[in-house]
């Protein structure tokens, strides 16, 4: 797409419920990254894939967090057993040249959990 | 650890007059990267300039400019002309080139316009 394109644009949950957030990269990226932006905060690592490499999971907050991305394109990350803390704004972004070109990013899954 | 410290949270400008934010990082690194990115009310975050440490020129795009200065690991950006569509927040960014992928942000500057 002309874009990175991410669903829901919005989520609300009820606390200890699962939720899987969706990031589609732009076509032929085959860098991938998830970011958290909790509020009056930057944004935190996530996760980071390349290609075909292991993923970077070094920034997942705990086991409750963990993300795939089939056939080197569509990405879900999934919390489990969500949490109020998990409140944020999920950030996914691609890139083709590496970060030194910078990103294009998404425009966020926005999660409540109330 | 690399940190990126931005130490206004808010920032108003007139409308057509220039304004400065700040950013200050540490890192024992020679080698990065530096970036400034701008977070309209869309959420998305949107690249505004860049900045590779081993060159010496300011990195420049059209109104957007920056203040490289490595020794005092520093990088402000210098908005000129402000336009009623620069508000929004702006987060410095830094990279290391070492195949490490992750951007370290700043807890961002929001700037206003004002009319």
Redo the contacts between chains.
Sequence with gaps: GAGVSQSPSNKVTEKGKDVELRCDPISGHTALYWYRQSLGQGLEFLIYFQGNSAPDKSGLPSDRFSAERTGGSVSTLTIQRTQQEDSAVYLCASSLQGVAYGYTFGSGTRLTVV | AQT?TQSQPEMSVQEAETVTLSCTYDTSESDY?L?WYKQPP??????VI?Q?AYKQQNATENRFSVNFQKAAKSFSLKISDSQLGDAAMY?C?Y?T?FGN????????TRLTIIP
């Design positions: 990126v990267y970036f869309s959420r998305q975050m949107i690249l860049r590779e987060f960014a990279s080139n992928e992750k951007l370290t942000f700043g807890t961002g």
